[in-house]
């Protein structure tokens, strides 16, 4: 089973930052979008950023806009979500996920590869 490995999650201060990690299998995933999501206790898991294959889009959801920076790494298959201004709605467990097709992370929340997750929280 191919493994997306996160890191970097903690507990941070409100105002405060994070920068998470995803690193995937290279060849595996030569090519492929990858992105963020995130479950809070109680809720469904909802996108939170992706980016594509080049590093050349960026998509963004309307809740971390402006605060969250997805970025990939010069070897394309690590993938870092740099949150800033950290606020107590932003506590999950964000998960690493890829696909071949951007849209499956943006659009559909179908892709086809996950991590395993990692807690952020956000204390008031």
């Known amino acids: 089973q191919v493994q997306l490995v996160e890191s970097g999650g903690g507990l941070v201060q409100a105002g405060g930052s994070l920068r998470l990690s995803c690193q995937a299998p290279?060849?595996?995933?030569?090519?492929?979008?990858m992105g963020w999501f995130r479950q809070a206790p109680g809720k469904e898991r909802e996108f939170v950023a992706s980016i594509t294959w080049t590093g050349g889009t960026t998509y963004y959801s309307d809740s971390v806009k402006g605060r969250f920076t997805i970025s990939r790494g010069n070897a394309k298959n690590t993938v870092y979500l740099q949150m800033n201004s950290l606020k107590p709605e932003d506590t999950a467990v964000y998960y690493c996920?890829?696909?071949?097709?951007?849209?499956?992370?943006?659009?559909?929340?179908?892709?086809?590869?996950w991590g395993q997750g990692t807690q952020v929280t956000v204390s008031s």
């Open positions: 290279a060849r595996t995933f030569s090519g492929y979008a």
């Open positions: 996920a890829a696909d071949a097709l951007e849209g499956k992370l943006r659009l559909t929340g179908t892709p086809s590869y």
